[in-house]
């Protein structure tokens, strides 16, 4: 089993057609990126080995110290970086392509509702108590609906990914499990953001998407989840390179541990 942390910036949310959103999805088989977390940290003076949010704007980001501790300490740790940015136009252009290859063509519509867009997605089957099977829908903003379906289709195309780099390390493996803990929706944990993702997740494998099983768990206090904490600042950097203009920036050549997709 893999363990997986996940953070955006600068939210789940698409606001004006030209704001780039970051997703960065860390991953490792025994939680590697929690100890690359706070040596990065250790590395940028924090004391309690714990990264800041890179929104409340830490002495390392003004000080522009961040991006060389953390290229530092990847190289020594067997930790799986995986980015993608995106303007929010380009996400919702890509929309339908993205709801076809997770095989929710036909199950999502649109309406209105207090004269904001949303996105009706389901049916859903959900297992209750002595095995009662039920359908459930989720109403989601189209605001919020249109960079889910991104983040999960970003997701579960790094599953597919990983795998033949898994295998040339372990050629035995034709199936690995995800425990992927992102960083809270908004709405929070039972919200229809995170409902929906969970719906997607959880039916990944029984749809031939991905060779193993996504299982999920979110925290109820971010200070108790450094692994979403250190994508939040990758997410931050990253985004500000984007804005400073990416054709100028280039990353350190670190083998598989990062890959960075920019879509245009």
């Not at 300490?73 to 339908?96: C, E």
């Not at 997770?102 to 867009?117: A, D, H, T």
């Not at 990253?238 to 083998?255: D, H, R, T, Y």
Request: glycine content about 10%; proline content about 5%.
């Amino acid at each position: 089993m893999y363990l997986g942390s996940m953070d955006h910036s600068p939210s789940e949310q698409l606001g004006e057609p030209d704001d780039w959103h970051t997703t960065v999805l860390l991953l490792s088989e025994a939680g590697q990126h929690f100890d690359a977390a706070k040596d990065v940290a250790l590395r940028l003076g924090c004391r309690d080995g714990l990264l800041r949010k890179w929104s409340k704007n830490p002495r390392y980001r003004r000080n522009g110290e961040f991006g060389a501790a953390l290229m530092d300490v990847l190289p020594g740790q067997s930790v799986f970086v995986r980015v993608i940015s995106a303007q929010a136009r380009t996400i919702s252009q890509s929309y339908p392509h993205m709801i076809n290859q997770l095989g929710l063509s036909g199950l999502v519509e649109s309406f209105l509702k207090n004269e904001k867009p949303y996105l009706k997605f389901g049916p859903f089957k959900r297992v209750k108590a002595e095995a009662e099977l039920i359908l459930v829908y989720f109403d989601v903003l189209e605001r919020q609906a249109l960079p889910l379906i991104f983040i999960c289709h970003f997701v579960l195309r790094m599953h597919q990914k990983l795998m033949p780099i898994i295998k040339k390390l372990r050629p035995e493996i034709d199936w690995v499990d995800w425990q992927l803990m992102p960083n809270m929706f908004p709405g929070g944990v039972g919200g229809r953001m995170a409902s929906l993702f969970h719906a997607v997740m959880s039916g990944a494998a029984r749809q031939g998407l991905v060779a193993g099983n996504m299982r999920l768990m979110t925290f109820d206090d971010a200070r108790d989840d450094p692994g979403s904490s250190f994508a939040d600042n990758i997410a931050g950097w990253l985004s500000e390179k984007l804005g400073q203009g990416a054709e100028g920036f280039a990353l350190p050549i670190i083998g598989d541990s990062f890959d960075w997709e920019i879509w245009t």
